[in-house]
């Protein structure tokens, strides 16, 4: 199978849903952008695409939690090219289970003993001719995000504000370069684990802050290390706060998320909420588009949180 569209003819537009028992219990005018509904479940579709139908290369490797590594898996599947993704050991085990049945070979480490970039630098020498895909540091992985961006640009004049997880910080600063492009200057607030806090550090020291290892958050789709260079460029002007959050309020949230708005998502994706219930005063009587950006979570965990 080798069939390529153009990025805009093949993502799914987003899901906005208009969440207002959650709004009455955050007392906020919650609009949900929902990227849980995108192929492969997340938003990294749109970025993993975006690459894997822009290289000449006919193999692609990464390393991911979980999210981009099965989003690129299935993205090259459809191509028709192959795919590498370095995963950490104790990813959730329906991440694993989806790159795999995307065709992607998955290699997994221990990251307390190899970190995903050491490993990642032996494959590159392994296989020179195959193409690196970062999963928030490539410019077209931005550009592919950027995709969101010009869809909430459509927002502009119906929201204050739009509220998105940081991880790397591909996907937030797609979302600004995607506002850019439609001349948009709607606020972009970025919602990142207290326990990972190094985006947040960083707009405070006006450049990249590094995690020493990899933060221990039930957010695993923003266990990075740090932000990605090139998403720093787009951050450190284009981002207007970021509101960190701890992990009880990322729990609840996904909770409420399934109470009060019928939508399951993963740590990760109720980041953006999760900012809402963390600091109450900065939104209040706001309209705020928040988005969630991927429902790929382990059916163990989930339940857990939910039996909580």
Known sequence: ?????????????????????????????????????????????????????????????TASSGNFGQALAYACRLLGKSCTVVMPHNSASVKIAAVRASGGIVDLIDVAVTSRQERVDAIARERPDAYFASAYDDLLVIRGNASLGVELAALDGQIDAIVAPVGGGGLTSGIIQGLRDCGKSIPVIGAEPLLGNDAARSLRAGCIVTNTTEPKTIADGARTVSLGARNWEILREGLSAIVEVPEKEIIETVRLLFHLANLKVEPTGALAVAALLTDPERFRGRSVCCVASGGNVDPQVYRSILEG
């Open 1 to 61: 199978m080798n069939f390529k569209h153009a990025l805009q003819d093949i993502v799914r537009p987003t899901t906005l849903i208009e969440a207002r028992q959650l709004s009455a219990h955050l007392r906020a005018k919650v609009l949900i952008a929902s990227e849980t509904f995108q192929h492969t479940g997340s938003f990294k579709f749109r970025a993993a695409y975006n690459a894997a139908a822009n290289v000449s290369q006919s193999e692609l490797f």
